[in-house]
């Protein structure tokens, strides 16, 4: 099976440290992402309406990105990634997620789904 890596670029108005809390914390998760994120013996739970799906933390840089891997995903090449990146003349914020797609009809649903959390992430920040 292979995967395609594909990126979504989203301009986010707000600062660099509300935004990388809203991606890294389970409480900033919880605010647009899954609705209730817990951690234990450093795995985090994500539940949607009753379903759960752990996660670990691959890799992080403070205010820049981090990068989860579902734990149930065979795949140990597939991962997502939230990076914060700056322009650096205009100094606008965008958020640049990292996906993973097996075909193109998983990609269109992955698009979907972020563009709809995205929105509520917009709408947790105040934009």
Same mark, same amino acid.
């Not at 899954?34 to 379903?51: H, M, P, Q, R, T």
């Not at 090449?77 to 606008?92: H, L, N």
């Not at 914020?93 to 998983?106: N, R």
């Given at each position: @099976?292979?995967?395609?890596?594909?990126?979504?670029?989203?301009?986010? #108005?707000?600062?660099?440290?509300? &935004?990388?809390?809203?991606?890294?914390?389970?409480?900033?998760?919880?605010?647009?992402?899954?609705?209730?994120?817990?951690? #234990?013996?450093?795995? &985090?739970?994500?539940?949607?309406?009753?379903? !759960? *799906? !752990?996660?670990?933390?691959?890799? #992080?840089?403070?205010?820049?990105?981090?990068?989860? *891997?579902? &734990?149930? !995903?065979?795949?140990?090449?597939?991962?997502?990634?939230? +990076?914060?990146?700056?322009?650096? @003349?205009?100094?606008?914020?965008?958020?640049?997620?990292? !996906?993973?797609?097996?075909?193109?009809?998983?990609?269109?649903?992955? &698009?979907?789904?972020?563009?709809?959390?995205?929105?509520?992430?917009?709408? +947790?920040?105040?934009?």
């Amino acid at each position: @099976m292979s995967l395609f890596k594909y990126t979504i670029e989203y301009p986010i #108005k707000t600062s660099i440290s509300i &935004l990388y809390r809203r991606l890294s914390t389970p409480s900033g998760l919880e605010e647009w992402f899954a609705d209730s994120v817990n951690i #234990k013996d450093g795995i &985090l739970i994500f539940s949607w309406e009753g379903s !759960d *799906q !752990d996660a670990k933390v691959l890799k #992080k840089k403070n205010d820049e990105f981090i990068q989860y *891997q579902w &734990l149930d !995903d065979e795949d140990t090449e597939r991962y997502f990634e939230f +990076a914060i990146q700056v322009d650096e @003349m205009t100094k606008d914020i965008s958020l640049i997620i990292t !996906d993973f797609a097996e075909d193109e009809e998983e990609k269109e649903e992955g &698009l979907l789904l972020w563009n709809t959390q995205i929105d509520n992430l917009k709408q +947790a920040i105040g934009i």
